[in-house]
């Protein structure tokens, strides 16, 4: 049989999955936070949970740092959106702290609490691993691990040619889908599920055909676009006056394990996602829309892109909401089935993240496959 199996249905739903994946998945590898632009100001701010931690990832006076996202006092949130721009200051006691973590400023500390140096010391926040790659971020929780090049290993150039070169942002948002995010991810991997669920979208743009490369659980899928979308990109970089990318040219899809997808399209625009567990059965979908930036620097106006933008954002926001439809109708059937499901040949991405998925969880919990 070509076939191979795939994950046992409970693992899509089982809370001791989740908590594993969130220490041996999520906190042990590398985790996409976000892009070196997005952090170009003083205090500007990305926050983010990863596995069991919440992380904020600040710029303190041009030096990027990645902290505890909880005050040592009472354990508030320090930074409480997704993203802004304030000091490092705790909401509700303004305890505020250094880029390193250490405490800086204790209100009425004289008079109320007597901390000396070494008290403050211990009640610095934790520091994690960030390291960059291009223009992109990445952080581990885990103090012991592969750097993020060798983690990356072949995708680590792949990924600095591409953030350096999409890095006109056009939209970014959020979605809540009813689904594990293991299901959610699995929504990319494939293009099987092209004819069924897109087919008057995403079958219309690219054909039904891709060619599959992967390491270490990372995967990339490159699939010939159509001739319509090409020559509507073909006029749309004229309006935009930018230029095609040199290495990429189709529909060129990848994937970083365990949760970043990126896909560009005739080599003029980035779709990023990331998928976040929200629960057993609830995931976050984040997305961004960048363009390819322009030969001489110059940046892209609203004026310009409006003209052509809701064209790709509302295909963009057409092909999630089928994807989610679809696999929300799966995880509803999780609970009903004790048999794993079957993978083809033309799932093999799939197979490939499960297959580093079973290597994070197994030795920490009994697999039924």
């Given amino acids: 049989m070509i076939a191979k199996q795939s994950i046992h249905p409970e693992h899509y739903y089982q809370t001791k999955t989740l908590k594993i994946e969130h220490t041996h998945v999520f906190e042990k590898n590398w985790i996409f936070v976000g892009f070196k ?95 960059s790659c291009g223009n992109m971020l990445f952080v581990r929780i885990a103090h012991q691990g592969p750097t993020l090049e060798s983690f990356l290993g072949p995708y680590f150039d792949i990924l600095k040619e591409i953030s350096q070169d999409f890095i006109d942002p056009v939209q970014q948002g959020s979605f809540h889908w009813d689904t594990n995010w293991k299901l959610a991810c699995e929504t990319v991997l494939e293009v099987y599920h092209v004819a069924g669920t897109h087919p008057e979208t995403f079958a219309k743009f690219a054909k039904p055909e891709v060619e599959i490369t992967h390491f270490n659980g990372h995967t990339t899928g490159n699939t010939p676009l159509q001739d319509l979308p090409k020559k509507w990109w073909s006029g749309a970089r004229k309006h935009l006056k930018i230029e095609q990318s040199n290495s990429f040219t189709e529909y060129n899809h990848f994937f970083i394990y365990p949760n970043l997808a990126i896909g560009l399209t005739d080599g003029s625009l980035m779709s990023l996602q990331t998928y976040e567990p929200k629960g057993t059965t609830q995931s976050q979908l984040n997305f961004q829309l960048r363009l390819i930036k322009r030969p001489d620097g110059s940046k892209i106006s609203d004026a310009v892109k409006a003209a052509i933008q809701a064209n790709f954002t509302e295909f963009n926001h057409t092909i999630l909401e089928e994807d989610r439809i679809v696999a929300e109708s799966c995880q509803e059937n999780m609970q009903c089935i004790d048999e794993p499901g079957v993978l083809g040949k033309c799932e093999d991405r799939i197979y490939h993240f499960h297959d580093a998925w079973r290597s994070d969880v197994c030795p920490h919990l009994s697999i039924r496959d």
Avoid at 54 to 81: D, W
Avoid at 89 to 99: A, D, E, G, T, V
Wanted: proline share 4%; charged share 20%.
């Fill in 37 to 131: 632009d997005q952090l170009s100001q003083n205090h500007d701010f990305i926050t983010l949970q990863i596995g069991n931690t919440p992380v904020v990832v600040q710029n303190f006076n041009g030096e990027l740092s990645a902290l505890l996202n909880v005050c040592s006092h009472r354990k508030a949130k320090l930074q409480s959106a997704s993203s802004g721009n304030r000091p490092l200051l705790c909401p509700y006691h303004c305890w505020s702290y250094k880029s390193n973590g250490a405490l800086s400023g204790v209100p009425q500390n004289r008079t109320d609490f007597g901390l000396d140096d070494e008290d403050k010391k211990k009640l610095a926040l934790k520091q994690f691993q960030l390291a």
